[in-house]
């Protein structure tokens, strides 16, 4: 029986060792946000509650700027790329990637986030994650955003 069980385990870990790399190779290239839906909860630690919705094609007018484009590299390091409207480059943040499971974890100077991260059609992938958006210290608000892959 422990024979058995050791070889379902060692099975386990080889199949979710075997399913990285795609997520690795997936992720590998430039990313434009799509769409996302951000719930601030108690914004600035207080005690109103905010929601912010973008669809498709609304970026430029709900946040006056383009669709933040993110460049994952294969050796392991991204770069956030933030335009304003006339496509001038306003802000950049970058910092190492990686995957755990289902998990992909972004590290920066500005700080660590995990994402769930799941490859939808059309080579899109919905990134979902519980994060400090408001910056009150508090990583409670709720990022759910897909991206389009280039």
């Not at 069980?5 to 799509?34: I, K, T």
């Not at 590290?107 to 994060?131: I, K, M, P, T």
């Amino acid at each position: 029986m422990k024979a058995i069980y050791s070889f379902v385990c060692l099975a386990c870990m080889l199949a979710s060792c075997a399913s990285q790399p795609d997520n690795y190779e997936l992720l590998e290239g430039e990313w434009r946000n799509v769409s996302l839906k951000l719930i601030q909860h108690t914004i600035a630690n207080g005690t109103t509650d905010s929601t912010l919705t973008i669809k498709n094609g609304d970026w430029d007018s709900i946040l006056q700027m383009r669709p933040i484009r993110t460049t994952f590299n294969s050796n392991g390091t991204y770069m956030s790329r933030y335009y304003n409207l006339k496509d001038s480059l306003i802000f950049e943040a970058g910092g190492h990637w990686h995957f755990i499971g289902d998990s992909l974890y972004l590290s920066s100077d500005e700080g660590d986030n995990s994402y769930f991260f799941q490859v939808l059609e059309n080579n899109q992938a919905r990134f979902v994650s519980r994060l400090d958006w408001d910056n009150d210290g508090q990583p409670d608000d709720e990022y759910d955003g897909i991206q389009q892959k280039q």
